[in-house]
């Protein structure tokens, strides 16, 4: 198992640097330009020889291979560079944003669970009654409704009925958890809604299948209590393709949210993304790419490890 | 049937639409009651974009002015509620040499910088010698402006001396501008971008706390120069980019104000849903939508179909239509319409696409198509941003005026990255321009028409040295009459002869705050606007 993990380990880093070639290339073919974006998109008067300067002092002006060559240096070194824009660590602008995207995804997945696996599970167990309908009609409306559609629902429902609006600045957990529980609980809620819906509709339809197979039928033959049969033999094995998913979706939400982010006004991750594309601002694209891709190795690590966890048959050799 | 029910949403929404208005209007009619100000409170706002860099004389975004103003002062400074006086803001007082050449200002006493160091004459010095002579890897976006700058002095610890080439009546206006930050001149001999990353100054707010993609704050400096200024305790600039995220912010009481403007829906929303608690503050902006034609591609290179494109745009009709939805509005020429330099609409009128009787115009266009040769239903594209407001609708209107004259469109919106790219590399037949000043000042405003190889803001690739004279001769007349004279001559043609870049319409500000905030007065230009130093809040 050791050498499992850290072979799966070690191949996380030709993984990350092949992301790393690809990202570098593909931010460079989309046109604009960081230096124009800055001093010319606000429609004033800026002379060639200043763009040129600007230019020259980001690094711009030298070949493609040269600037990757610099990039790649830095990375050996865990530098993930300057942001050029803000001229500050691209690995502080993320530190700044990483807390609040990884909370959220935290409590959008908890209540993704909490609601997905016994709703899922109720529905497999009263299959074609009431309680399955009711349980469908909410997971489908849960995938049709975009969360952040149900978010500005959320927001103007708030606003018209109590003109309250939650906070609009990020206030850490540890600092003041009541502040941050109440900017961060409308978010969670509209992300962990349409969550829940996948992993609702993926719990039962799981669930149904290993409900038809041999030893549950052999279990019922037992006479054993239908609590026992499903919490015991059956819903841990239907859980192998609910955790797939669920990880999938956590990695999803790390850099992924970003109209929920700004629906909310949230200092996350997916925020930033979009600023830093539309600014063209290299080496933050660069540095948020890496994360999102590690975010989506390490959480296939994990889901491989919960898998032998989960389902002893399951070995990694 | 249908139609029935169509016109009844359409009197209703009509009818709501006119008691909107009227709330509006009757906001704007009713005064705030007189109050004494009243010290203490913290002033939250909304900001809809962030500081890329802590330094004015190295950025041009408002975005950075928002936030980060208070600390600061400027050697002079607009008079808001008297806009465009020019008054001292650490010049106590100047003087001007009757040839127009010598700038001498009379430093404030008793001023200090927020780390307790007194300010002298060599701070302004250093502060402007990074502006226009700056050195090494500094960048200042506003070198270029100052090219009739010769030298500054700083003769004794009180005193400034400016020395120009020739004399500029537009210099005493631009060293009002609100980037030209008074920085410490030991801080700038050690590190010349020091400011990039940091804050020093001498304003009414001390630094507080930066979190990026969140939030800025400032805290009153004690030790203000100004006596019982600033009035409040502190303000907080909240980040805010989504329009429907700032306009609940301001909804909810969280943001008492964002400084830079609303579309007539988002103030009609603020408005309906605070009711009385809310005033509207709105006016002309120092902003325009232009349309600039490449010349260098065919039949954009004919002046008679550049000219037959603007007679097409019923800019009247479009400004009455357009600032129902739109933060467009005025109609106007090279100069902000209400402006001191502006062409009263009498004439106005008489420039091609300006007319009052658009048949006419059309008919003329028509004309002027056939003897450029260009068929009916001829196609071309028209290049603009993927910014919903105004650009958008500007381009869905210029499309409609079009097609009226026969020519079929086609709407090319792109990303800013990729718009600015085609259009400073002339990879386009048309494109919606635009421009956003701090002032109303022909040097400014003018330089985007002058021939492209003196102005890079020109992407119409033209070379006009009638322009470039006539820029060069206005710029340097001290003659009111005699300039404004000069600025029609260049207006007519740009805007009629030539027709090299056209006016699409100038944008309406609006500004809904809380009544609470009291001692702020909008200005023309959203860059002018908060040192916060006589804002304060009521109860």
Redesign the interface.
Known sequence: MTRYIAKRFLLMFPTLVAVAVLIFVLVRV????IV?????????????E??E??R??LGLNKPIWQQFVDWMVGMVRLDLGTSM????PVSQ?IA??LQLSLQLAFMATLIAVVLAVPLGALAAIRRGTWIDYAVQVFSVAGLAVPSFWLG?LL?LFL?TYF???P????TSLWKDPRANLLQLIWPALAVGYRYSAVATRMTRSALLEVLREDYIRTAWSKGLAERVIVRRHALRNALLPVVAVIGLEFAFLIGGLVVTE????L?GIG??FV?AI?R?DYTLIQGLMLLVAFAYVAVNLVIDLLYAWLDPRITYG | MSTRRSGGRTVRSAGLAFLVGILVIGLLASPIPAQAPKPGGTLTYVVSAEPPSFDAHRETTFAMLHPIRPHYNLLVKFDMPNYPKVVGDLAENWTISQDGLTYTFRMRRGVQFHDGSPLTSRDVKASYDKIIFPKGDVVSVRQATYEMVEKIEAPNPTTVVFRLKWPSPSFLANLASPFNWIYKADILEKEPRWYERNVMGTGPFKFVEYVRGSHWAGVRNENYFVSGRPYLDGYRALFIRAVAAQVAAVRSGQALIEFRGFTPAQRDDIVKALGDKVVVQEGGWLCNLLVVFNVNRTPFSDARFRRALTLAIDRWGGSRALSQITLLGPVGGVMRPGSEFATPDSELVRLAGYGRDIGAARAEAKKLLTEARVPEGFEFTLKNRNIPMPYEPAGVFLIDQWRQIGLRVSHVVQETGPYLADLRGGNYEAGIDFSCDFMDEPDVQLHKFISADRSPANYGGYTDRVLDRLFTEQSRTRDPEKRLQLIRQFEKRVLDEKAYQIYVLWWHRIIPHWTKLRGWKMGPAHHLDPDLQDVWIAD
């Not at chain 1, 989309?30 to 330009?33: E, F, K, M, W």
């Not at chain 1, 700004?262 to 006004?265: A, D, G, K, P």
């Open positions: 989309v046109p604009g330009d124009e974006l800055r001093l010319v998109s606000g429609g004033m008067f800026v002379t060639k200043v763009v300067k600007e020259i002092r824009w803000t001229g500050a602008e700044i944003r500005i927001i606003l003109q309250w609006l906070p609009l600045t990020f700004q629906v909310f006004n200092n925020k930033l600023e539309s063209r």
